[in-house]
């Protein structure tokens, strides 16, 4: 959202974003860069942990989203809309494209709405640091080393963390962790959640961050041959951007829809399976999963993924689809 701000920025528009808690400080550091962009906080809805079994996750987020917003749909069908921005490509998601612009997607046989594709439009780091973990990529092989990041929310138990440690360290593959444990705690002690000796076994293969590292720039390295990820849109626009295969690890909300899309439609991931609904994912389904990812013998995924970078790519250009649309829309709105 903030990158398709900054478009709009550049082009001389004043831009207001809606956001709901929490403040991020990045948030603060775009206000700072960026006058011309503003943000407002959304109040947030209070929803019990248990109030969504993990079973059949998707029907059931639907219905909390019906009955909490129980005028949703009356002021959705009250709003009169001239089109949507999506940030993705033509290539991207053709047949649903297809089904919008075919007016399957519309209730009560109402005339579809243009849908803009001005994507993929992927985050200009906006935080210093992470060179260190640049110049560690630096040192390792072409398409070696298989990179772990659940988001900015994406925060996992301590056993799960223990889990992925022996994983890792069963694989006998290169990593990259990006490591953050549902604690208060900052700065957390790697040699006290981790599985005793993890850190030094695999010292001259894995390195292991404490909460960040500068994603875009990781996954378009020449040394990361993979990407476990929690489905997050960013990410895959980012890993997809970057040539990467992914293994689809989803977390909440809709990574899970992105999680079908991505296994089943694209085909550019692998899924998680063993565990993922039961709160704990094993060791041996992420050993698995990573040796799979990074097999040679990849049945076709990463030929299918640099497809999917050129075409992503060559819709940015100038002249791209993306970018032609984008130009579009921007003279439209100053008519």
Same mark, same amino acid.
């Given at each position: 959202?903030? @990158?398709?701000?900054?478009?709009?920025?550049? %082009?001389?528009?004043?831009?207001?974003?809606?956001?709901?808690?929490?403040? %991020?400080?990045?948030?603060?550091?775009?206000?700072?860069?960026?006058?011309?962009?503003?943000?407002?906080?959304?109040?947030?809805?209070?929803?019990?942990?248990?109030?969504?079994?993990?079973? +059949?996750?998707?029907? +059931?987020?639907?219905?909390?989203? &019906?009955?909490?917003?129980?005028?949703?749909?009356?002021?959705?069908?009250?709003?009169?809309?001239?089109?949507?921005?999506?940030?993705?490509?033509?290539?991207? !998601?053709?047949?649903?494209?297809?089904?919008?612009?075919?007016?399957?997607?519309?209730?009560?046989?109402?005339?579809? $709405?243009?849908?803009?594709?001005?994507?993929?439009?992927?985050?200009?780091?906006?935080?210093?640091?992470?060179?260190?973990?640049?110049?560690?990529?630096?040192?390792?092989?072409?398409?070696?080393?298989?990179?772990?990041?659940?988001?900015?929310?994406?925060?996992?138990?301590?056993?799960?963390?223990?889990?992925? *440690?022996?994983?890792?360290?069963?694989?006998?593959?290169?990593?990259?962790?990006?490591?953050?444990?549902?604690?208060?705690?900052?700065?957390?002690?790697?040699?006290?959640?981790?599985?005793?000796?993890?850190?030094?076994?695999?010292?001259? &293969?894995?390195?292991?961050? #404490?909460?960040?590292?500068?994603?875009?720039? $990781?996954?378009?390295?020449?040394?990361?041959?993979?990407?476990?990820?929690?489905?997050?849109?960013?990410?895959?626009?980012? *890993?997809?951007?970057?040539?990467?295969?992914?293994?689809?690890?989803?977390? +909440? *909300?809709?990574? &899970?829809?992105?999680?079908?899309?991505?296994?089943? @439609?694209?085909?550019?991931?692998?899924?998680?399976?063993?565990?993922?609904?039961?709160?704990?994912?094993?060791?041996?389904?992420?050993?698995?999963?990573?040796? !799979?990812?990074?097999?040679?013998?990849?049945?076709?995924?990463? !030929?299918?993924?640099?497809?999917?970078? +050129?075409?992503?790519?060559? *819709?940015? &250009?100038?002249?791209?689809?993306?970018?032609?649309?984008?130009? @579009?829309?921007?003279?439209?709105?100053? #008519?």
């Amino acid at each position: 959202m903030v @990158e398709l701000g900054k478009l709009f920025v550049h %082009h001389g528009f004043n831009v207001t974003i809606l956001l709901i808690p929490p403040p %991020h400080p990045f948030i603060a550091s775009v206000s700072a860069s960026n006058p011309s962009i503003t943000f407002r906080h959304l109040p947030m809805i209070d929803l019990s942990p248990d109030s969504v079994p993990s079973e +059949y996750h998707e029907p +059931y987020q639907l219905e909390l989203i &019906r009955l909490h917003t129980l005028n949703l749909a009356h002021a959705l069908r009250s709003i009169i809309t001239e089109g949507i921005i999506l940030n993705s490509d033509e290539s991207l !998601e053709p047949r649903s494209l297809k089904a919008i612009s075919d007016g399957l997607c519309m209730p009560n046989a109402a005339p579809p $709405v243009p849908v803009h594709c001005i994507g993929p439009l992927i985050m200009s780091e906006g935080r210093g640091g992470g060179d260190d973990c640049l110049k560690w990529l630096d040192a390792q092989p072409e398409k070696s080393v298989v990179f772990l990041c659940f988001g900015s929310l994406g925060l996992l138990s301590a056993e799960q963390l223990r889990e992925i *440690a022996v994983g890792l360290d069963r694989s006998g593959h290169r990593f990259l962790w990006v490591n953050r444990l549902v604690s208060a705690t900052p700065e957390p002690d790697l040699d006290t959640l981790l599985p005793p000796g993890f850190l030094e076994r695999t010292k001259d &293969r894995g390195l292991v961050l #404490k909460s960040w590292a500068p994603q875009a720039a $990781v996954l378009s390295h020449g040394s990361v041959g993979g990407f476990v990820t929690h489905c997050g849109w960013n990410s895959v626009l980012e *890993a997809v951007c970057g040539g990467v295969p992914m293994v689809a690890w989803p977390l +909440y *909300a809709e990574q &899970r829809l992105n999680r079908v899309f991505l296994v089943e @439609e694209l085909k550019l991931a692998i899924p998680i399976d063993d565990g993922l609904d039961k709160g704990v994912v094993s060791a041996a389904e992420v050993e698995r999963r990573v040796r !799979e990812l990074m097999s040679d013998d990849d049945d076709g995924l990463r !030929e299918r993924v640099l497809r999917a970078k +050129y075409e992503s790519v060559k *819709a940015m &250009r100038e002249g791209g689809s993306s970018d032609s649309v984008l130009i @579009e829309l921007v003279n439209a709105w100053k #008519k």
